[in-house]
C-alpha cells in the first residue's frame, strides 16, 4: 500500500512537471515582451563620446546594445549603427590599439554595414575639443559614408562638417550642445526603424 502511495505521488509530480514544462513552452515567448536591439552604438577613435551618446539614449527609453570596440561580425544582427567618431590616445591606448588599427577597423565596419544596407548615423559630439589631427583622421574615413550627420556646432568652427555634408550630400543636423542630441537622434531612429 505504502509503495502504491508512493508510486502515484510520483507520477502525480512528474504529470505536474510535464504540464508546467508544456506551459513554458506555450506561453514562454509571450512572457518575454523585450526584444533584442535593433541599434547598436560604437565608437571610433576611443574617446568616451560613444558611452555619453548611450546614457543619452538610455534617457530617451531607446534601447540600444553598446559595443565600444564593434567588430564587423556582429553589426550584421542591428538595422542602425550610430558611430560616435572623437580620437582619444589615452582610449586607444587603453583599447591597446593604434590610430592605424582604429582606422582599419572602421574600414570593415563600414564595408559591412554597406553590403547589409544598414543604416549608418555618424555623430561628432565632441565639439572643438575633440577636433584636431587625430580626431580629423578618423573623420575623414568615415564621414563620407554616412547617411545622416549629427553634431554639435562648436565641432564645425572650421566649417569642416558643412564642406563634407555638402560635398557627399549627407544631411546634416547640427545642434548646440551634447544635451540636445537627444531628439534628432530619436526623430533619425524613429524614421528608419520599422
Known amino acids: 500500500m ?10 502525480i509530480f512528474l504529470c505536474g ?12 515567448p509571450s512572457l518575454s515582451t523585450e526584444e533584442a536591439p535593433k ?5 571610433i577613435g576611443q574617446s568616451p563620446d560613444a ?7 538610455s534617457r530617451f527609453q531607446i534601447a540600444s546594445a553598446y559595443e565600444q ?10 538595422q542602425i549603427v550610430i558611430a560616435v567618431v572623437g580620437g582619444s590616445s589615452k582610449g586607444l591606448g587603453a583599447a591597446g590599439i593604434n ?7 572602421a574600414k ?41 550627420l549629427i553634431i554639435v556646432e562648436s565641432g564645425n568652427k572650421d566649417g569642416y562638417f558643412t564642406k563634407m555634408s555638402e560635398k557627399y550630400d549627407i ?11 537627444g531628439e534628432p537622434v530619436k526623430a533619425y531612429i524613429e524614421e528608419h526603424l520599422p
Not at 505504502?2 to 507520477?11: E, L, M, Q, V, W
Not at 541599434?39 to 565608437?43: D, F, K, Q, R, V
Not at 575623414?140 to 547617411?147: F, G, I, K, L, T
Request: aromatic share 4%.
Open 69 to 78: 570596440i564593434a567588430s564587423p561580425e556582429i553589426i550584421r544582427d542591428f
Open 17 to 28: 512537471l510535464l504540464i508546467l514544462f508544456l506551459l513554458l513552452i506555450l506561453i514562454g
Open 2 to 11: 505504502k509503495i502504491r502511495n508512493n508510486i502515484s505521488a510520483s507520477r
Open 39 to 43: 541599434i547598436l552604438i560604437t565608437s
Open 171 to 181: 544631411p546634416l543636423e547640427i545642434v548646440e550642445k551634447i544635451a540636445d542630441t
Open 108 to 148: 570593415t565596419l563600414i564595408q559591412e554595414i554597406k553590403t547589409q544596407e544598414i543604416k549608418f548615423l555618424v555623430m561628432h559630439i565632441g565639439g572643438e575639443a575633440r577636433r584636431g589631427a587625430l580626431s580629423d583622421a578618423f573623420l575623414d574615413e568615415v564621414v563620407p559614408y554616412a547617411d545622416h
Open 99 to 105: 590610430q592605424d588599427e582604429e582606422i582599419a577597423r
Open 51 to 57: 558611452r555619453m551618446v548611450n546614457v543619452l539614449l
